[in-house]
């Protein structure tokens, strides 16, 4: 099932759909089913997208294990791709039209990254060729879908929102996100180095890349403390901070002979999500 989950790109629609949610609830608003739907719908129909343009010619022949399942198991891929297009659609009609070309300029930073439009030497490229970016590039893409993707329609329908506290948010969920992509990123060094794409662990090296994971945990636990949040929200965030650091220090960093553990920090948005409702809810 697990298996199944992350490679299906399910787990990272559910984590997309949850921080969405999240960003509600912080805000203290009513929560807008179509975004959220829209938001976790996108987010698979995308990552699906990317996988089926990237199919190399021998899937079976892999050293991938994530490359093998998903051909192995390519009805599952299109089935899901379909019924997330169709769910996209569908909440399309349900939001307003702002919010509907919002989402197009989300896609259009998203399609940056790998769009040619930076004049290299002997060639074109996108914004991965820029030292570091991809993973400022994720959180960013992130940041605008879960958080200011419900602002637009929540302005769109005139419910005014605490800006200081939108900008907290972002700043926050920023910052978080960073830390759930690094380990990919960390566990990817060979391959990134392969495509000559510079990111932040090939250019700090392994060890520095995850000391830096724990000092951002650090800085995220600190500015949690300093957001203008209800205490019981604090209590949440904070309680997931202290998994994520036990997740890291003790599963992800420990051993590179799984690779798939670096998939717990996709478990951990949702995770975070299910953790502030449970305490805000029943303790």
């Known amino acids: 099932m697990y298996y199944f989950l992350i490679f299906s790109n399910i787990l990272i629609a559910l984590a997309a759909a949850s921080q969405c949610v999240l960003t509600y609830i912080i805000l203290d608003q009513e929560i807008n089913g179509y975004i959220a739907l829209i938001e976790g719908a996108a987010t698979l129909a995308l990552y699906n997208f990317s996988l089926i343009l990237s199919k ?26 379909f019924i997330a297009t169709g769910i996209c659609i569908w909440c399309l009609f349900h939001i307003h039209v702002y919010s509907i070309f919002f989402l197009g300029v989300i896609g259009l930073v998203s399609v940056l990254y790998s769009l040619p439009i930076i004049p290299l030497k002997d060639r074109w490229g996108g914004l991965r060729q820029i030292p570091a970016m991809k993973i ?61 794409l510079r990111t932040l662990p090939n250019m700090l090296g392994e060890g520095r890349a995850k000391s830096l994971c724990y000092i951002l945990l650090c800085i995220h636990s600190l500015l949690i403390l300093c957001a203008p949040y209800l205490l019981i929200i604090k209590v949440g965030l904070l309680f997931t901070n202290t998994i994520i650091y ?38």
């Open 246 to 283: 036990l997740i890291l220090r003790f599963i992800v960093f420990r051993t590179n002979e799984h690779y798939h553990y670096a998939y717990l920090l996709d478990v951990s948005l949702v995770l975070q999500f299910l953790i502030v409702v449970f305490i805000k809810n029943f303790v």
């Open 136 to 196: 400022f590039h994720i959180a960013l893409v992130w940041v605008l879908s879960s958080v200011f993707l419900p602002y637009i329609e929540l302005y769109c329908n005139a419910i005014l929102v605490n800006l200081h506290l939108l900008y907290y948010l972002a700043g926050l969920k920023f910052v978080f996100l960073i830390i759930c992509t690094l380990p990919f990123d960390i566990r990817d060094i060979k391959q990134d180095s392969y495509y000559h």
């Open 56 to 81: 190399p010619q021998y899937p079976e022949k892999s050293i991938y294990a994530r490359t093998r399942w998903v051909f192995k198991y390519e009805r599952i891929l299109w089935i899901n791709t």
